[in-house]
C-alpha cells in the first residue's frame, strides 16, 4: 500500500480500519504526516486544516525539550467540542469519514479531560461507554456510527449538568448529588440533592483553619472523617453506601476522592498559607 499522505483524502483512506500502520513524530515532515500522527496519539491539531484545507503548521510545538503534550493542548485544545458548530457538521457530514472517527476521538479526550479528576460519575460513564472506539476499529460500527454515539454519550453529560445548573445548583453540588449515587443518575432526587448540600456544607466548615501546614497526612485525616459523616448522613435519609458493615463500595470511593479534592484545592488557593 502506498502510505505516501499528500492530501486529506490521503490521510482518511491510511486511517481506515481496515490498515495497520504508524508513524513517529521525528519522521512526520509534511502538514499531513505530522497531522496523521496527532491524530494516532489522539492529540489536539489546528482545526483549519480540516476545516479549510490549510496545509501550513505551526512550527512552535516542533521544538525539543519542551513538554509538547501541554503545548499542543494550550495551543489547540479548545475548538475540539460538540459545541463547536462547525466541526460538529464537520463531522456528520464529511465524506472523510475515517479521518472524522479521528478527530473525534481528540474531541472525545477534551470532554473527558473536561471532568477527569474531578467529576468521578461522569469520567466512569465516559470510560463505560468507550467501547464503541474498539467496535469502529474492529468494523463492527461505521465511523459515522461511532461518532454519533460518542455525540450521544457528550449530550448526555451536558444535559446532565444543564439541568443542575437550571435547578440552582452549583457544580460541587451536581458532582456531590451523583457521588452519593455512585453513577450519573438520569434525574436528580430531591432527598439526595438536600443531603448533598448538608454533606458539602459540613466539608467546607471542616477544613482546617488558616494558619495551617497542608499536607498528605492532613488530607488522609480530613477525608476519611467527611466520609464517615456523609456515610451518617445519608444513613438518616435511608441510604446505605455499605460504610457501617465495611463494605466498599462505588460511593465510598467518589466521596472519599471528592474529599481529598477538596482539601488540595482549598491548600492551592492560598499556598502561602
Not at 145 to 160: C, R, W
Amino acid at each position: 500500500m502506498d502510505n505516501r499522505i499528500e492530501s486529506l483524502e490521503d490521510l482518511n483512506r491510511i486511517l481506515s480500519p481496515k490498515y495497520s500502520w504508524s508513524i513517529g513524530w521525528r519522521s512526520a515532515k509534511t502538514t499531513f504526516e505530522k497531522l496523521a500522527w496527532h491524530l494516532l496519539e489522539g492529540l489536539p491539531f489546528d482545526i483549519d486544516i480540516i476545516l479549510k484545507g490549510t496545509r501550513e503548521w505551526n512550527d512552535d510545538i516542533d521544538r525539543e525539550d519542551i513538554d509538547a503534550v501541554e503545548m499542543i493542548d494550550e495551543c489547540y485544545d479548545a475548538p475540539f467540542t460538540f459545541e463547536n458548530e462547525e466541526l460538529t457538521e464537520w463531522l456528520l457530514t464529511t465524506p472523510l469519514t475515517d479521518l472524522a472517527a479521528y478527530t473525534a476521538r481528540v474531541v472525545r479526550r477534551h470532554e473527558f479531560n473536561k471532568v477527569a479528576n474531578y467529576y468521578d460519575a461522569a469520567q466512569d460513564f465516559y470510560a463505560d461507554n468507550w467501547r464503541e472506539w474498539g467496535n469502529y476499529l474492529d468494523e463492527e460500527l461505521t465511523a459515522r456510527e461511532f461518532i454519533t454515539a460518542l455525540k450521544g454519550h457528550v449530550e448526555e453529560v451536558n444535559s446532565h449538568i444543564a439541568e443542575g445548573k437550571q435547578m440552582g445548583l452549583t457544580m460541587d453540588e451536581i458532582v456531590m448529588h451523583d457521588c452519593t449515587w455512585g453513577l450519573m443518575p438520569n434525574h436528580y432526587d430531591p432527598d439526595m440533592i438536600a443531603a448533598s448540600k448538608d454533606i458539602l456544607q459540613e466539608a467546607e466548615k471542616s477544613l482546617p483553619d488558616r494558619p495551617y501546614i497542608w499536607s498528605e497526612y492532613g488530607k488522609r485525616d480530613y477525608a476519611p472523617k467527611m466520609l464517615e459523616y456523609a456515610a451518617k448522613r445519608l444513613s438518616d435519609s435511608g441510604v446505605d453506601i455499605g460504610y457501617y458493615n465495611k463494605q466498599y463500595t462505588t460511593e465510598q470511593g467518589y466521596l472519599l476522592d471528592f474529599f481529598s479534592r477538596l482539601y488540595w484545592r482549598e491548600a492551592a488557593s492560598r499556598p502561602e498559607d
